[in-house]
């Protein structure tokens, strides 16, 4: 992911504004009060973290990243923008949030287009709940199914991402109510922009409930 990034991380932002849509939506319904603890999964240049501390100041902003690369971005991002972030360098799959931060879990916990990126995406899906507080809540956007959008642009807009190593997951609606089932969790799960993605959030219960 190093080699990837290395030069990408430089551009990245400028080109992926234009189809990385529904992220700044997801920011805004966190509802971050004051104390609460966020964890973005896949945090890659920070632009995220850096928007959803200017709207939750009062948060405890986290970010993780399998790229050594990217981190130094976002850390930079972060200084430039005068944003109280902390970074760690970890794999989804099996991140240790304590090890990491002295925090053993987190009350809001998102991945905007990770998951699509992460060829163990169930698997990080998994260790991302386990990382939840209770009552706690998992946000996820990515690339959806494109059902309601042209044939033409379907196939062009796979074969480009799959250029890229991203993949959208076709599953993810059905593994969602899965885990939710068995977690006795809430579940919303909807299409955007007709289809071209898909935004979830999946809300622990309180223990007790």
């Given amino acids: 992911m190093d080699r990837v990034y290395r030069y990408q991380r430089h551009f990245y932002d400028l080109t992926r504004r234009y189809y990385l849509l529904g992220r700044d939506r997801l920011i805004a319904e966190l509802d971050a009060g004051p104390g609460t ?3 973005e999964v896949g945090c890659g240049t920070g632009r995220n973290l850096v928007r959803a501390a200017r709207l939750y100041p009062d948060a405890a902003l986290h970010g993780m990243d399998i790229s050594y690369e990217m981190l130094v971005t976002a850390r930079r991002a972060a200084a430039r923008h005068g944003a109280a972030l902390r970074f760690a360098q970890g794999d989804a799959t099996r991140f240790n949030p304590y090890a990491a931060f002295g925090i053993g879990r987190f009350d809001r916990i998102y ?3 990770t ?3 992460i060829p163990d995406w169930q698997a990080t899906l998994a260790q991302g709940i386990c990382n939840l507080a209770p009552g ?3 946000h996820i956007v990515d690339f959806g199914e494109q059902e309601r959008l042209p044939r033409w642009f379907r196939s062009a807009l ?4 799959a250029k890229f190593h991203v993949s959208p997951r076709g599953e993810l609606e059905r593994v969602l109510h899965a885990l939710a089932e068995k977690l006795g969790a809430d579940l919303r799960f909807r299409s955007l922009y007709r289809g071209y ?3 979830a959030v999946l809300r622990l219960p309180l223990q007790g409930e």
């Fill in 37 to 39: 603890t966020v964890l």
């Fill in 136 to 138: 706690g809540s998992l």
């Fill in 197 to 199: 993605a898909t935004y």
């Fill in 158 to 161: 796979r074969a480009w991402l």
């Fill in 111 to 113: 991945m905007s287009y």
């Fill in 115 to 117: 998951l699509s990126m």
